[in-house]
T-cell receptor, first 112, second 112 residues
């Protein structure tokens, strides 16, 4: 079955540092991977989408990579701020469908 | 534009009862999908609707059903509630040409 694995342990970093979150997938490469941010009591908010044929995508302080050899995506937040503290979800999907397979998320804590 | 609206926000039911959850997508979005989120399993896909037709269904028992109306609003129903149905139920909408999902804040269902 298609799975997404994310580190379930919280990631604690200091303000100003770069946070790197890992997402590993099993079986065949998905058409794309998506990253979402979720705050307590709220629904996930879309951040970035990267397609299978793309190596890297950037948006402001965010960067995501897609490595089909390692079956892995890395999500980076540079110059992290306490406001970046949240749970980050990785999801795999295929073109034409809204069915996403989500990982359980990694909680990021940025201390001042 | 208003975001995805889900009602009610909180719901408490007892085992054996049934429940109906409502979702109003972002104006112009024709695709609506539903996810169940629990601490242990993360987000799991329930079903997706597009133009009143169910396009995809997750691995949930037949007690879980849904529908979409001509104005794209959607409802999901859970009959014969079990304790394990306690979860955050999230609705997401998307434009026809996009893979990214816009989530509502969810309905927190507690089954006693």
């Amino acid at each position: 079955s298609q799975k997404i694995e994310q580190n379930s342990e919280a990631l604690n970093i200091q303000e100003g540092k770069t946070a790197t979150l890992t997402c590993n997938y099993t079986n065949y490469s998905p058409a794309y991977l998506q990253w979402y941010r979720q705050d307590p009591g709220r629904g996930p908010v879309f951040l970035l989408l990267i397609r299978e044929n793309e190596k890297e995508k950037r948006k402001e302080r965010l960067k995501v990579t897609f490595d089909t050899t390692l079956k892995q995506s890395l999500f980076h937040i540079t110059a992290s701020q306490p406001a970046d503290s949240a749970t980050y979800l990785c999801a795999r999907g295929n073109t034409g469908f809204q069915k996403l397979v989500f990982g359980t998320g990694t909680r990021l804590l940025v201390s001042p | 534009k208003a975001g995805v609206t889900q009602t009610p926000r909180y719901l408490i039911k007892t085992r054996g009862q049934q429940v109906t959850l409502s979702c109003s997508p972002i104006s112009g979005h024709r695709s609506v999908s539903w996810y169940q989120q629990t601490p242990g399993q993360g987000l799991q896909f329930l079903f997706e609707y597009f133009s009143e037709t169910q396009r995809n269904k997750g691995n949930f028992p037949g007690r879980f059903s849904g529908r979409q109306f001509s104005n794209s609003r959607s409802e999901m129903n859970v009959s014969t509630l079990e304790l394990g149905d306690s979860a955050l139920y999230l609705c997401a909408s998307s434009p026809s040409s996009s893979e990214k999902l816009f989530f509502g804040s969810g309905t927190q269902l507690s089954v006693l």
